[in-house]
């Protein structure tokens, strides 16, 4: 008896397969980029715009007769990195305590935790920064940079609480049963069991959340804490650049994004398994 030929699935559709292609996704991200470039270049030409991208490199580096020196730029892009990850770890710990509280069966622990949600994600970001900058601050002594840490933490966990939650979830409640048959507690299974489990789940949604505290941090600018939207804004002011410095904050801020999407990219090819 013969056997059979393994299936081969249909290909789709070439207008289907032209739009899923990698080309056709560079072309158009080119064409909307050079788009908007040339909107911005039209508009600043009617205005009698004077271009000066020779003075950006400055604001990178500069060499004087002390040596190499980092410009504004480099200088805020640290502080950025530094204050958005001191925001993502609080945040990272807090969610994960929440998403727990949720998830523990407990009445009291569960009200705590949606209270807590409603509250966070039914605030602006904006108002929510200025209620620990003008009213937390004052009361428990948290000066401009720590106020926007911590509403960076609590407004970002209150979204990672849901993703822990969600990848937890999606760990097969064999898992547990598992875990309790080899005599676990509820503990130990969420420490040797059930979290390292739920990592692959939670993965890309925990990407975009980093991301997002990236460019949440932006905001906190509007209370004069040192970081990369801040120094632009004080670049502008001295040299009137705003379309150079705008510009060229944008470009940094999509290449920390785009390197922090294919370094954890690569980590979640490592965690994926074949289903």
Known sequence: MSTPPPYTPPKPPFLVRLFDGVLLSVMLYVAVIGGIVYVAYNGSQAMGY???????????YRLTDDGFQWGEIMIGLVKTLQLSATAFGIALALGLLVALLRLSGLLVGSAVALVFLEIVRNTP??????LFYYVLGPIFGLDRYWASILCLAVYHAALISEIFRAAINAVPKGQWEAAKSIGMGQAQAYRYIVLPQSVRFMLPPMTGEAVNMIKSSAIVSVIAVAELTTMGR???SDTYMSFEIWFTIAAVYMAVTLILSIGVSYVEKRYAHPE
């Open 50 to 60: 004077n271009w000066q991208w020779y003075r950006v490199p400055q604001y990178f």
């Open 125 to 130: 970001l904006l108002v929510l920064l200025y």
């Open 234 to 236: 004080n670049i502008i």
